[in-house]
């Protein structure tokens, strides 16, 4: 269509919506959104150009909208395009840099508010006369050379219209359905400018969402090169919601669930069902109750008091299933992903920032943590982890925000994300004759902050043997009949069900009369035999009062004192599997607490030695002679040795001279 046609076309659509344009005036508002169904349903022919060419046609319908008695500028927002306009990011071409197309993907960077030169005035110092240049987005700035009174030579630039701009960086989700045989998120550039950069919308871009943008993309040569890149020219944004709260659930569903709930081996079957391997029915369950999870806790000042995320560590010899059923556990939740540790390299799990070129800034790249939020991560090899990482971990396991610092990058990355790790035991396999727990080499610090941790060690039982085999041979018998393997709950069922607890059950309540009951069973689990101190752990309670409360949502119920007794039960598993819990009952403090007794006690003595010495000799005591004391007390050299590099270190002690000692 001609121009002239297009405007005419736009003029009548307008009249006949006038009421409509007229509210968006009365609002205030900088843009008339008009869903593309309704101008198909008004012209096809105008429809049509829009598709192929919605620069020039939105630029048309702009001109002739502002003609109309409107208080400011505004722009056409068209949303809604037809489904065969819908691209993912990998599915670029050049064939798609022009016409007007749904870009649907995860925005992963978002650059600074910049400003845009839209026109510059000029005035001609000859005759006076005014000239508005407008400026393409992209090329360099545009000024007459000449004006029409015949002077030749520069004009005087008077002002520039300037427009603000964001850039934002779109990457595939892998999650989404059209993407599943993807492996790798490709990534686009787009530019929200003038109303889009607004504050109510500036306020939802974070990375990790999922949006749906429609607009077109143009080329863009890079700097010296033959080659050009397109960038996307977003006319509107849609934030897509994902996750738990969104899954669908028809009256059906929920009737059936209802049900459901009342089934007294719930959580067994459905354990059950997460994958087909034999055993390892607690660390099943677990991983089934970290899907449902716990509530938030806050306090009165809205400060995060108590997370509700679960996190667990699942550790055993290559081979033993442990990644197989966390990769499966993970996949029930409608957010996730998997990533191992060891393969992780440069780029963090949690974050990393970098020099962006095109953002032209640093900034800060979400790991596959945050780009979980509100979803469950599966790590791998988590053993493997970066040490400069513990922190980041640290930070988004606990406080569910991981705050960035660096290189003037500073952001706040939300990770409201379950942690599913797997690690292999310090020699890759288990040694029997030492406890489990000597044989996670990882920081005590990033240990604790796992709800729970199972070892997994195929059992050596000839019988149960058979039985894994037996299920492992079943998965390639094609006659559904034959198969060993009859899970009782599809993964669909799981995660609808799942997802209708946390509706129905957002915060399971905790009677008080319960208090009793989980102060009681805390003191026999964590209190030595035949020792009298106090070894109960705060951080161990808030873990068990965290599968408590998913246990009480699973079943749709407050928590009952099953769900208290469950929780513990899943933890003298674990502590007794790991070997904090002996085989004669025995709970073991300085192994959970890492706490080295024998270690404490040595250095207690030499201090002692020290103290005295320096009370009978004065400022300045003999070396010699302080071993010779140690040794009548059964303390090695070395262990003095080394106990006196560490004080020296901290400067608690100096050599005035050689061989002697002096406090500082
Ligand atoms: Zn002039």
Not at 60 to 69: F, R, T
């Amino acid at each position: 269509m001609e121009e002239l046609e297009i405007s005419q076309k736009f003029k009548d659509y307008f009249e006949l919506n006038m009421e409509q344009i007229l509210r968006y005036k009365h609002k205030g508002r900088k843009w008339v959104k008009i869903n593309y169904e309704d101008i198909l349903l008004f012209d096809c022919d105008l429809a049509e150009d829009l598709l192929n060419e919605p620069e020039e046609v939105i630029n048309i319908g702009e001109a002739v909208l502002n003609e109309l008695d409107l208080p400011n500028y505004m722009k056409l927002r068209i949303f809604n395009l037809p489904p065969n306009q819908e691209k993912q990011i990998w599915q670029v071409r050049g064939t798609d840099v022009g016409p007007f197309i749904s870009l649907i993907g995860i925005i992963n960077k978002i650059g600074d508010v910049y400003h845009e030169c839209a026109s510059i005035k000029f005035e001609c110092p000859s005759c006076g006369n005014i000239l508005n240049v407008l400026q393409e987005e992209g090329k360099e700035l545009k000024s007459p050379t000449k004006c029409g009174c015949g002077r030749k030579g520069k004009l005087r630039a008077l002002k520039k219209e300037l427009y603000d701009v964001i850039k934002i960086g779109i990457i595939d989700d892998l999650m989404d359905e059209s993407n599943q045989n993807r492996m790798v998120a490709k990534e686009k550039l787009a530019i929200l400018s003038k109303d889009l950069t607004d504050e109510l919308i500036d306020k939802e871009l974070k990375v990790g969402r999922k949006v749906k943008l429609s607009g077109y993309f143009k080329y863009m040569q890079v700097k010296n090169s033959t080659e050009f890149k397109s960038i996307f020219y977003i006319n509107y944004i849609e934030f897509v919601e994902v996750g738990w709260d969104i899954v669908e659930l028809t009256t059906e569903d929920e009737k059936e669930f209802e049900k459901l709930s009342q089934d007294e081996n719930l959580l067994q079957d459905m354990a059950n069902s997460i994958a087909d391997v034999e055993g390892f029915e607690q660390a099943k369950m677990a991983c089934l109750l970290l899907l449902v999870g716990a509530p938030h806790l806050y306090d009165l000042n809205n400060h995060l008091q108590s997370r509700g995320t679960i996190h667990i560590l699942l550790i055993g010899n290559p081979g033993v299933a442990k990644t197989y059923i966390a990769k499966r556990a993970g996949s029930i939740s409608p957010i996730n992903s998997f990533q191992s540790a060891a393969t992780a390299s440069g780029k963090g799990l949690v974050a990393s920032v970098n020099q962006d070129k095109d953002l032209g800034m640093w900034v800060a790249y979400p790991g596959v943590v945050p780009m979980s939020h509100k979803g469950v991560v599966v790590i791998d090899e988590i053993d493997k982890t970066n040490p400069e990482d513990y922190g980041d971990h640290n930070n988004a396991m606990n406080d569910m925000i991981v705050p960035i610092a660096k290189s003037n990058v500073k952001a706040k990355l939300a990770t409201e994300t379950s942690y599913l790790a797997t690690a292999n035991p310090e020699n890759r396999v288990f040694v029997n004759e030492i406890s489990f727990y000597d044989q996670i080499n990882m920081p005590k610090d990033f240990l604790d902050r796992f709800d729970i941790i199972f070892p997994l060690v195929t059992s050596q039982d000839k019988n149960k043997r058979d039985k894994i085999m037996d299920k492992m041979i079943g998965r390639h018998f094609d006659n559904e009949e034959d198969a060993v393997w009859k899970p009782k709950y599809n993964h669909n069922t799981i995660m609808k069900y799942i997802a209708y607890c946390r509706r129905k059950k957002p915060k399971p309540i905790l009677s008080k009369s319960l208090s009793p009951l989980i102060k009681a069973q805390l003191h026999e689990l964590m209190t030595p035999k035949g020792d009298n101190q106090e070894r109960v752990s705060f951080r161990q309670l808030e873990s068990l009062l965290r599968f408590a409360y998913a246990s009480a949502r699973l079943n749709l119920r407050d928590i009952q004192k099953e769900d208290i007794l469950f929780s513990f039960e899943l933890k003298k598993k674990s502590f007794s599997d790991l070997g904090i819990i002996d085989e004669a009952g025995n709970f073991n403090w300085a192994k959970l607490e890492n706490v080295d007794i024998k270690k404490i006690k040595v250095e207690d003595q030499i201090k002692n030695i020290l103290n005295m010495m320096f009370e009978e000799k004065g400022k300045e005591i003999d070396m010699q002679e302080v071993i010779m004391n140690c040794s009548k007390e059964n303390i090695e050299e070395e262990d003095f040795d080394k106990y006196f590099a560490r004080e020296k270190q901290k400067g608690n002690f100096f050599e005035p001279r050689r061989g002697k000692i002096s406090k500082l």
